[in-house]
């Protein structure tokens, strides 16, 4: 078994030709800085709820996932097997409410990356007219961070064809799974999706799906429009971060307290029982 990537907070593997091993670690992230503390227990609800939305939204695109059990025991519940795929660079990001940096990006300028809205609009906004497509850059931590794209530089980047799976893809997964999390009483705010090409040039979604790393949530019971609202994913540890005095979002980062850590473990357990209906076990 080969090592090919370490990446934030996945490792990638390689045993057999044409298949991947994706591996979920306990590490944590924020603002592309790995923080030296780990969330025990973290890679399984990671990788859990991943596959558990793998399988809701398979009839939508197909999913890079060969198996969730034939891997080494020590990898046992947060590793997949996986196809390997050439992997489109561009982060496939839909939203479908004003928050984060969509809602700083339409105060500055009245629009999300190149995507004109109406004015007046307030955080916590749903979008009006549906979900908008706002990818970004895919650049590796060494090299700096992701930064927004407009449609035209994917069109620039991957070509018209390519591009326009790529939005259509990503709007029609963020819906089908925005309507899955509200019958649960749950807003999916926004979220990124990540896509590669098999060799037959069909297109595959990979990587995690609609995770609390990945995605905005929020409790449907706690949106009012016009505040920021309580977080149930990373978001919670994004602003403890920013309270640190003196830290300045480059490594190394600050080490995480234990109320944190389980403050933020509690928060991920929560989404993954409410949207699937399934007490977490270890």
């Known amino acids: 078994m080969k090592l090919l990537h370490t990446g934030k907070v996945r490792d990638l593997y390689s045993d057999r030709d044409g298949e991947l091993l994706l591996v979920a670690s306990d590490r944590v992230s924020v603002y592309d800085v790995v923080l030296p503390t780990l969330v025990p227990g973290k890679g399984k609800i990671?990788?859990?709820?991943?596959?558990?939305?793998?399988?809701q939204l398979a009839d939508v695109v197909p999913n890079h996932v060969i198996s969730a059990t034939d891997v080494p025991e020590e990898f046992a519940g947060r590793a997949i097997r996986c196809r390997a795929l050439d992997v489109v660079q561009v982060e496939c990001v839909a939203r479908g409410y004003l928050a984060g940096g969509g809602w700083k990006a339409y105060q500055e300028t009245g629009e999300i990356f190149g995507v004109e809205l109406p004015a007046g609009l307030v955080e916590g906004d749903r979008i009006p007219g549906g979900p908008v497509f706002t990818p970004s850059s895919k650049?590796?931590?060494?090299?700096?961070?992701?930064?927004?794209m407009t449609y035209d530089e994917v069109v620039a980047l991957t070509g018209p064809e390519l591009a326009a799976k790529l939005r259509d893809t990503t709007l029609a997964l963020f819906t089908r799974a925005s309507a899955i999390a509200e019958k649960r009483g749950v807003i999916l705010a926004d979220t990124k999706f990540e896509f590669g090409v098999t060799t037959e040039g069909e297109l595959i979604v990979a990587d995690e799906v609609c995770t609390p790393d990945s995605s905005r949530y929020w409790r449907a019971d706690e949106w009012k429009p016009g505040s920021s609202l309580?977080?149930?994913d990373k978001q919670y540890l994004r602003d403890w971060s920013s309270s640190i005095e003196g830290w300045d979002h480059t490594a190394p980062g600050p080490e995480i307290p234990a109320d944190v850590v389980a403050e933020l473990k509690r928060r991920y357990v929560a989404m993954y029982e409410q949207l699937t209906d399934s007490p977490w076990t270890e």
């Not at 990671?46 to 399988?55: G, I, P, R």
């Not at 590796?140 to 927004?148: K, L, R, S, V, Y």
């Open 230 to 232: 309580p977080s149930m």
């Open 139 to 148: 650049v590796a931590p060494e090299d700096g961070h992701d930064e927004p």
């Open 46 to 55: 990671l990788n859990q709820l991943s596959l558990w939305w793998f399988d």
